[in-house]
């Protein structure tokens, strides 16, 4: 397979192109993405990668970004007139329904996507794409419902996290779809209740995955030694949700305990370092954590591989979770990691098994987990081991590629 760092290579040109359409490509949260991207094309099926716009340029960190960015066609811009014929194109009984549904804000959508529904019509019709796989359930998914009521389409969704997060006229998209993968066990019992009848026959539960070939120790992990700086590494988006102020006060509560502690958090805000990160920042200072914690922002992919490899330990404190791929790196590489016991995080890690779960908001049960493996050298060490097997055995990037594109056979074959 090749590294998230290479062009993908395709081993069978006559193969059907599949579509992947993901909003705002390629972010600092990608990666799982491209590795299964590459999984899928080397398994011979050639990707035709599709974006609504690219992200903010803070955000585009991956040394893959350029290559992914030259391959990715992007819908473009709100064009009101294009809009409109587009519109005009389809059936209203279409739409109607969500629109009485869901009010104005599915009015505001539909203008802002039927444009890039008509490209993204017009862009798979030439190439000879007859599905799209869409890696959102936002305003890509109405792009490419529309684009498919404009006829020889069909697409397919992946949910990331609860629906609340993906705005208006789900039950217009989802009954739409060909198929879904849901990400865990939890949102599609959720997604059932919403949706009920509006869901599509075919979904699997599907996690996404990382490459764990990639992700591996080429030395055993060694403990954090007495009288030497105990090394923390963090990865997440900078939100008020990820947690990271309550690890900044987990971290000052260990220094109070006069333990050497060194936080590195990778990751930034939505804003290119404009928003929260100027909170973080403030409130390091205000701890008096200066010579404790380090704000990286947005790393490539291998940085974040060296930082897992140096780490004794890597914690991520999320409010909520719909899964978590930065917990799945930390445990490939064979780190003892801590995560919060919210939304779908439990579903990953076992607690005391292979990772440690604690309440969100508490920053003193974070401080002890901590402690907990700093203490006791045998323990880190088990939790490693028990992180890498259990992502080996359930959370490769490999299979998230196989299960789409068996998905994709299957309603070629209905």
Known sequence: MPKPTETPSVTASNAPILGYLIPQFPGQTHIFFWREICAAEDMGTPIALFSTRMPHAGLISHDWSDAAIARTDYLGAIKPLAALRTLLRISPRFWWGELRRSGMDFAKDLAICAAAADR????????????????????AALIAALACQLGDLTYSLTLHGPLSDYGSGQYLKWSGASFATIITQRLLIEMDSDLGAALPALIEIQPMGVDTDALKRPAPYEPAVKNTPLRLFTCGRLNIVKGHQDLLHAVCLLVGQGIDVQLDIAGED??????????????????????????????????????????????????????????????????????????????????????????????????AAITSIVTSPDKARALGVAGRARIVSGFDSRVGAQTILSLTRQIDRL
């Open 120 to 139: 993204l019509h017009r862009q798979c019709h030439a190439r000879g794409i007859r599905h799209v796989h869409v890696h959102s359930c936002g305003r």
């Open 270 to 367: 939505d804003d290119g370092g404009q928003g929260y990160h100027q909170t973080l920042a403030a409130l390091l200072t205000d701890l008096d954590l200066q010579n404790h914690v380090r704000l990286l922002g947005a790393i490539s992919n291998d940085a974040v591989r060296d930082h897992l490899l140096r780490a004794h330990i890597f914690v991520l404190a999320s409010w909520h979770e719909p899964l978590g791929v930065a917990y799945m790196e930390a445990m490939s590489c064979g780190v003892p990691t801590i995560g919060t016991n919210a939304g779908g995080v439990p579903e990953l890690i076992n607690d005391g098994i292979d990772g440690i779960l604690v309440a969100p908001k508490d920053p003193d049960a974070l401080a």
